[in-house]
């Protein structure tokens, strides 16, 4: 019923940048928190950043002040701003967000996207 799509992710040198976007589409009536998640090998996922519905965010501390999260509620998409990359940020990165559908509108569901990698290699 609902899908999201993650783009943005790829190849890039210590100390550059990247941007991912996630589009969620499908029998949508309202999104609150969407956010973004990763996955080292080896390691289990851990929560990146976070945006609710009103604009607050959450964020890791290993990206607090390289990472921006934000949010467009007229497209039901999400962004994640990566700058200062380290090769420690290498990981699938996968979007996530709680949705209600049209038919059950009092209950928010967790979706998610099918990853996207991100590599931080010289």
């Known amino acids: 019923q609902v899908q999201l799509v993650e783009s943005g992710g790829g190849l890039v040198q210590p100390g550059g940048s990247l941007r991912l976007s996630c589009a969620a589409s499908?029998?949508?009536?309202?999104?609150?928190?969407m956010g973004w998640y990763r996955q080292a090998p080896g390691k289990q996922r851990e929560l990146v950043a976070a945006?609710?519905?009103?604009?607050?965010?959450n964020y890791a501390d290993s990206v607090k002040g390289r990472f921006t999260i934000s949010r467009d509620n007229a497209k039901n998409t999400v962004y994640l701003q990566m700058n200062s990359l380290k090769p420690e940020d290498t990981a699938v990165y996968y979007c996530?967000?709680?949705?209600?559908?049209?038919?059950?509108?009092?209950?928010?569901?967790?979706?998610w996207g099918q990853g996207t990698q991100v590599t931080v290699s010289s």
């Open positions: 996530n967000a709680a949705v209600a559908v049209i038919t059950s509108r009092l209950r928010y569901d967790p979706y």
């Open positions: 499908g029998n949508i009536f309202r999104i609150n928190t």
């Open positions: 945006i609710i519905s009103g604009g607050s965010t």
